[in-house]
């Protein structure tokens, strides 16, 4: 049974940056059929992905968060990380991770959540 | 940018069929894909590639997609499908995942 898991501080200073990781256990994050993103969640609002990368370590962005964003997989830890850089209280969500199987263009499983606040 | 557009809320009674929209420019070019979340959980994916289900979801879901408009249907709806559903796709052109507003579907 595929699991992913997100972890990370709960609160983060505005301006500073947002670190979360996801472990995934299950199933390989080398797999080659699958890619591994991050998608959030503003409190009572909607969803938006931020990127996902390959486990070779190719990634792609949120044209709208691009300049702010940076993911990395470990493969030998079975994670992948987000950073997201300059945070500012509209960074405030829920942040899930998700595995893609390539092709589908669509997320077929997904981790909790974890809630990260900015405080100003 | 690319946008999906969602009604906010769909009412239905239990046992009949509820249809949630999902519009957006030539979105019968792209594969849209349908997510149920029930408060406070993740979302699950519900269908995806326009009209296939994944493994463990009930036959009662299914989904269409031409023209600028997607459909999510569900036949015979219980109380549990009470929860918010997101359309999303992938616009190549600006590479982004795109996701609706969501609709909230209330089973009365």
């Known amino acids: 049974q595929l699991q992913l898991q997100e972890s990370g501080p709960g609160l983060v200073k505005a301006s500073e940056t947002l670190s979360l990781t996801c472990t995934v256990s299950g199933d390989s994050i080398s797999s080659s059929s699958y890619y591994w993103g991050w998608i959030r969640q503003p409190p009572g609002k909607g969803l938006e992905w931020i990127g996902s990368?390959?486990?070779?370590?190719?990634?792609y962005y949120n044209p709208s968060l691009k300049s702010r964003v940076t993911i990395s997989v470990d493969t030998s830890k079975n994670q992948f990380s987000l950073k997201l850089t300059s945070v500012t209280v509209a960074d405030t969500a829920v942040y899930h991770c998700?595995?893609?199987?390539?092709?589908?263009?669509?997320?077929?499983?997904w981790g909790q959540g974890t809630l990260v606040t900015v405080s100003s | 940018s690319y946008e999906l557009t969602q009604p906010p809320s769909v009412s239905v009674s239990p046992g009949q069929t509820a249809s949630i929209t999902c519009s957006g420019d030539k979105l019968g070019d792209k594969y849209a894909c349908w997510y149920q979340q029930r408060p406070g959980q993740s979302p699950v994916l519900v269908i995806y590639q326009d009209n296939k289900r994944p493994s463990g979801i009930p036959e009662r879901f299914s989904g269409s997609n031409s023209g600028n408009t997607a459909t999510l249907t569900i036949s015979g709806t219980q109380p549990m499908d009470e929860a918010d559903y997101y359309c999303q796709a992938w616009d190549s052109s600006t590479a982004n995942y795109v996701f609706g507003a969501g609709t909230m579907v209330t089973v009365l």
């Open positions: 990368i390959y486990y070779s370590g190719g990634t």
């Open positions: 998700a595995r893609h199987p390539g092709g589908t263009q669509s997320f077929d499983y």
